[in-house]
Nanobody, 125 residues
Framework: VQLQASGGGLVQPGGSLRLSCAAS????????TAWFRQAPGKERLFVAG???????YYTDSGKGRFTVSRDTAKNTVYLQMNNLRPEDTANYYC????????????????????WGQGTQVTVSS
């Protein structure tokens, strides 16, 4: 699966961005998909995920602010991010696996087989 992430940019605190992850080679409806982020010098961490059946999962910091969704017609997964904070600044990556993961495994970057190239999100005034 080839993944193309886009939609990052510079936004002020409290602002919003919508990231997109387009796939070629396989339908997102047959994939477990996640968004991770990595700040400079830090580990790549799970942000949100969507299972093949459509169930969604978030870290505590993203609940109520971030929404992951899927458009099967466009074969694209989105991450809508609202009320952004400076600590959300990072390079954001989408990742997929054809396997059905248990919830605790979705947080593990090692469980994913294919990765997009990343899109930079900077939250700053």
């Amino acid at each position: 699966v080839q993944l193309q992430a886009s939609g990052g940019g510079l936004v002020q605190p409290g602002g919003s961005l919508r990231l997109s992850c387009a796939a070629s080679g396989r339908s997102f409806s047959s994939l477990t998909t996640a968004w991770f982020r990595q700040a400079p010098g830090k580990e790549r961490l799970f942000v949100a995920g969507i299972k093949r059946g459509g169930s969604t999962y978030y870290t505590d910091s993203g609940k109520g602010r971030f929404t992951v969704s899927r458009d099967t017609a466009k074969n694209t997964v989105y991450l809508q991010m609202n009320n952004l904070r400076p600590e959300d600044t990072a390079n954001y990556y989408c990742a997929t696996t054809p396997r059905s993961l248990i919830v605790s495994s979705m947080w593990q970057k090692e469980e994913y087989d294919d990765w997009g190239q990343g899109t930079q999100v900077t939250v700053s005034s």
